[in-house]
């Protein structure tokens, strides 16, 4: 067991490149599964449905009903979150790091989620000069 946690500690010390599109280790889901497009429609979290998926970048994306699944295929980019879906802050600070799809900010047309209430808050104590930060950053945290 020790050697089992020398080598985890060994190996996660080295960069690895992410993908583009955040997903969980043991799924494929973009936005762990919930609706992208109801952020912006109903300006909360909604979990989807496997009924209604969809392919993109690599991910997985759910959605609550037909018209959302409509709106995503029609205009990914319009709803996809930022940075791929990983943690805005993160990005920001030059890392990547999984989100809590309840921790979201949806700005300018845009979806932004964070890693869990904490971070959000921090995130929205200086979440402009945040955004700029993370555009800088972004796409290169995954290269």
């Known amino acids: ?12 010390g080295y960069s690895f490149a ?15 599964g919930y609706d992208s497009v109801a952020y912006f ?13 969809y392919e993109w970048q690599g991910a997985t994306w759910r959605f609550s009903s037909a018209d959302n699944l409509a709106k995503f295929s029609a205009e990914p980019e319009k709803y996809a979150p930022q940075y ?16 809590e799809p309840e921790q979201f900010t949806v700005l300018d ?3 932004y ?3 869990n209430a904490s971070v959000q808050e921090k995130w929205l104590t200086k979440r402009d000069d945040y955004i700029q930060s ?10």
């Open 18 to 32: 992410a993908d583009p599109i955040y997903t969980p280790w043991f799924n494929n889901l973009a936005i762990k």
């Open 113 to 115: 989620l964070n890693y």
């Open 84 to 99: 791929g879906g990983y943690c805005a802050y993160a990005v920001a600070k030059g890392k990547t790091a999984s989100i």
């Open 1 to 12: 067991m020790r050697k089992l946690l020398l080598a985890l500690l060994f190996v996660s």
């Open 109 to 111: 047309g845009k979806l």
């Open 41 to 53: 429609t109903e300006n909360k979290p909604v979990e989807g449905k496997e009924s209604f998926e």
């Open 134 to 143: 993370a555009d800088n950053n972004w796409p290169s945290v995954i290269e």
